[in-house]
């Protein structure tokens, strides 16, 4: 059975069983062929694998020009990842892809960031919320006691949202003071916490959480019904605390990722550790953040730029 349908079947088993991807990276691959799948159908081409050439793709390419750079280059690379597995395979005598040249201008945005005086009001309200609570036993400590924790995991790892939402007791080393993040790829990276009031809070979260943590099956971040926390969840609680503090522009976790990323740049941290920290596979993601905000950069030039040690007006 050569039909486009049962190869998709064949790399979705490939992806999940044997590269060991993601669930979420599954669901998008599902998503992108479904679509293309879907385009043969309402084109009435042939849903022969052997039959895809450079043809489809093109009309595939032109069909979902309308959308954004970023999605049709991913679109276009979870295709092209198929038919390289099915080339590899022997599946296929031609790979359409071969001799296509398809280049996708995305526009480049520089990361939205936070100042770290944003940051720090942030971390102060959680705090305080929490400090507020007196009787332990209540639900509004245990919320504001987890959403304080939240918001401390996010700005000390720089973790994607799934990767702190994924976080299991076994992860988690406050003795040592250590954080075993999955990443892309159940990659594994370690990330030191070395701040003391830090390692402070997870110690007294996990004390007071620890049951809920052994029902949920070992999930650090708990929610009200006792099960893992969601990255939804954990979006809320970022959007609903950077509005308390009154912060207008849109704050994300991502944003905390973004700004320790920067911040450490701007802190002389070398990008390769950064790199590291952020667990990107490629230096050339970071690359990023060697943009510096407009205050520091007024900062540097002020003190650094070498034209204040020359001087053209005579006394």
Request: net charge positive; glycine share 4%; hydrophobic share 40%.
């Amino acid at each position: 059975m050569n039909t486009i349908q049962n190869k998709i079947k064949e790399f979705l088993n490939h992806c999940k069983y044997e590269k060991n991807l993601s669930s979420k990276t599954i669901k998008a691959y599902t998503i992108d062929l479904m679509q293309f799948t879907k385009f043969l159908i309402e084109k009435k081409y042939s849903l022969e694998i052997l039959n895809i050439s450079k043809v489809e793709i093109r009309g595939f390419l032109e069909s979902i020009s309308v959308m954004k750079p970023k999605s049709i280059k991913r679109k276009i690379a979870t295709i092209k990842a198929m038919f390289n597995f099915l080339e590899y395979e022997d599946s296929i005598l031609i790979n359409p892809f071969r001799k296509m040249r398809i280049k996708i201008q995305e526009e480049k945005k520089l990361p939205r960031v936070m100042e770290l005086k944003e940051v720090n009001s942030m971390m102060k309200f959680v705090y305080r919320e929490n400090g507020l609570c007196k009787d332990f036993d209540s639900y509004s400590y245990s919320e504001t006691l987890r959403n304080t924790v939240v918001i401390e995991l996010l700005f000390a790892t720089g973790a994607r949202v799934s990767e702190i939402a994924n976080l299991r007791l076994e992860n988690i080393n406050v003795s040592i003071g250590a954080i075993t993040i999955k990443g892309k790829g159940n990659k594994e990276r370690i990330i030191e916490v070395c701040n003391k009031e830090t390692l402070q809070l997870l110690k007294r979260y996990q004390g007071h959480f620890i049951d809920k943590i052994t029902d949920s099956g070992g999930f650090f971040l708990i929610n009200r019904f006792g099960n893992k926390l969601s990255d939804q969840s954990i979006r809320g609680i970022v959007k609903n605390v950077s509005k308390s503090v009154g912060i207008t522009k849109l704050i994300t976790p991502h944003v905390f990722r973004h700004s320790l990323a920067t911040l450490l740049l701007e802190n002389d941290v070398d990008i390769k550790y950064i790199q590291s920290i952020l667990g990107h596979s490629s230096i050339m993601t970071t690359q990023i953040y060697t943009h510096v905000n407009r205050k520091k950069q007024r900062q540097i030039l002020t003190l650094k730029h070498p034209r204040k040690n020359l001087i053209m007006i005579a006394d």
